[in-house]
């Protein structure tokens, strides 16, 4: 396998360093445009091109002579069938943050705590699909209800140099065909899972915050306040609190802000107390006594 002509692909470098460690020939990377990958590779000695497009990222392919194209975290869906007819005759292979096939997509961490599903990091060949192609290592992360995004992250990517090296040992040799359907989901990100509704119950307000704890997201609650203004603001930390803190607000009424302190509010949800911390955002009027709305 020393022999391979790797060219490595994604916004991330954790399998590369893996790969130079192990001796790898590593002839070309494909950095992302702003992704990690491109600023930590800028000054290595090997030759990249960084890519900004799925149409860049097919004509700088094509160019290249290569056996092994490694994808991990590379956003496109490249038309494998395609480049192979037109006479490469490389292997490609993904490294995909998820227990295929469930989770397919885009954004398999944040879906796993939002649908409480279990996680963890599969190697597997590209087809023309999303995620569809046949497995060749893969190891599972099981869920927890105190997992949060931030940690899901850093375990998954801890686990993509190992579970690469096993896939390596396997000469990329497939294990199984991935089974479809079997109550397998897909799951890409889009701007409303950010939002807490007035009908999440506390353990799905809980998921949505700890889905969505990452620097750029946060998840979003919006406020009513006088005279129909409304703001938005990011949350990024909440836990129901007790009893005896509950009872201090009997008046209060469903999703009420009783309290604000530095970067929390306390909010009442009908029986129970919870506290919002990590906010972020602008506040235009007094909060306090206000409702969070969906």
């Not at 690469?164 to 799951?187: H, K, T, V």
């Not at 409303?192 to 750029?216: G, K």
């Not at 911390?277 to 909060?287: E, H, L, M, Q, T």
């Amino acid at each position: 396998m020393s022999s391979l002509r790797f060219v490595y692909a994604g916004n991330r470098s954790g399998v590369l360093r893996e790969m130079q460690s192990l001796g790898l020939r590593v002839i070309h990377i494909l950095p992302v445009v702003n992704s990690w990958l491109d600023r930590e590779t800028a000054g290595i000695n090997i030759s990249r091109s960084v890519v900004a497009s799925k149409t860049q990222a097919v004509a700088e392919i094509q160019q290249l002579e290569f056996d092994v194209l490694l994808s991990v975290g590379f956003p496109f869906i490249l038309p494998i069938s395609a480049l192979q007819e037109s006479g490469c005759a490389s292997q490609f292979i993904n490294v995909h943050p998820s227990l295929l096939p469930d989770l397919r997509g885009a954004d398999p961490i944040p879906g796993a705590i939002l649908h409480s599903r279990d996680a963890g990091v599969s190697v597997h060949h590209m087809d023309d699909g999303i995620d569809t192609g046949p497995l060749i290592s893969q190891t599972k992360i099981s869920h927890q209800e105190s997992m949060d995004a931030k940690l899901l992250y850093h375990l998954c990517f801890q686990l993509e140099p190992e579970v690469f090296r096993d896939a390596l040992m396997r000469e990329f040799q497939p294990m199984d065909p991935q089974p479809q359907g079997q109550g397998a989901i897909y799951y890409t990100f889009h701007e409303s899972d950010l939002r807490c509704r007035d009908t999440d119950s506390d353990e799905q307000l809980q998921a949505r915050i700890r889905a969505f704890n990452t620097p750029r997201k946060g998840a979003i609650v919006c406020v009513a306040g006088p005279n129909e203004q409304r703001c938005e603001l990011r949350v990024f930390d909440g836990k129901v609190l007790g009893k005896e803190l509950t009872d201090r607000f009997p008046d209060a009424v469903h999703n009420e802000i009783v309290g604000v302190y530095e970067d929390c509010l306390l909010v009442r949800r009908e029986d129970r107390l919870w506290s919002l911390s990590g906010i972020r955002g602008d506040i235009p009027f007094d909060i306090l006594g206000h409702r969070i709305c969906t």
